[in-house]
């Protein structure tokens, strides 16, 4: 495989307006497969790493995602090359390179890997989200115990569990939400952080369609800004920070007034 074919085989991925140059430096490399150089616009693949057409496309993939982001960005490049966003892009390219049969996922195409899997997923991701959704359960029967008796569920969760307060209102929440468990709890966190219905019901499916963290993350950023976009929700968010604003206001000066009361009583 040349050059030419393998920056061919990028542009039938994914279409660039950017133009930008792949070399194969003809070298082996014990640092890095490959590195892409934003100035110049230049893809180096140290071509004698690979033992396999198949990794240097991966190779090829990786580094084009990074022209592909430099490209987003005007031209400029990132202080952190490896963002959540580059991982998205790089993740996207990777998809695409699958469906048009330009990569070959092995994690796949490989027996080995399909067993290795599911039993990871079903006795370790699903399990872990299970028990931890059943944890959410349990802390609201125990809120409504501290409710019976008027004693503070806060109090309950810092000193009887020990346990962080975050953590249960977080477990709390999947259990309230119904977050499916097959996700694993850390995806599962992302899905309860989400207030918006329409958000969390998009970004768990987008979980169980198999969709990476950080894909995942990209597209609620991406949901996010449209949504403040909107003048509407723009100005409503305003006014929740311009209340909130005036209740602190509202509230020191009332201790204010009452020092002052205190001052002159006391002849100060």
């Known amino acids: 495989m040349d050059q030419a074919t393998v920056k061919k085989l990028l542009l039938d991925t994914e279409e660039c307006d950017v133009e930008f140059e792949l070399i194969f430096s003809g070298k082996e490399s014990k640092k890095v497969n490959g590195l892409y150089k934003p100035v110049a616009r230049e893809i180096i693949i140290h071509n004698r790493n690979f033992k396999s057409d198949n990794q240097l496309i991966y190779t090829a993939l990786h580094e084009y995602a990074h022209h592909l982001r430099c490209s987003a960005m005007g031209g400029l490049s990132s202080p952190r090359s490896h963002t959540a966003e580059f991982w998205a892009t790089f993740h996207r390219l990777l998809e695409k390179a699958e469906e048009k049969g330009i990569y070959e ?21 699903y399990e872990n989200g299970r028990i931890m959704k059943e944890f959410g359960k349990l802390l609201f029967e125990a809120q409504e115990l501290c409710k019976k008796h008027d004693v503070r569920f806060e109090d309950y969760v810092d000193r009887i569990l020990c346990l962080d307060r975050t953590t249960a209102k977080t477990v709390m929440k999947i259990y309230g939400y119904n977050v499916n ?46 949504q403040d976009d909107n003048p509407a929700d723009r100005l409503k968010k305003e006014k929740k920070r311009l209340e909130k604003t005036i209740a602190q206001l509202e509230a020191r000066l009332k201790q204010v007034d009452e020092k002052l009361v205190d001052l002159a009583e006391s002849g100060d």
Request: hydrophobic content about 35%; cysteine-free; glycine content about 2%.
């Open 105 to 125: 996922n092995s994690f796949k195409s490989l027996p080995e890997f399909d067993a290795l899997t599911d039993r990871i997923k079903k006795s370790y991701l």
């Open 181 to 226: 468990p097959s996700m694993g709890y850390d995806n599962m966190k992302v899905v309860a952080s989400l207030a918006n219905d329409d958000t969390r019901e998009m970004v768990e499916a987008d979980f169980l369609q198999g969709k990476s963290p950080d894909t995942v993350k990209a597209a609620i950023k991406a949901v996010k800004k449209d």
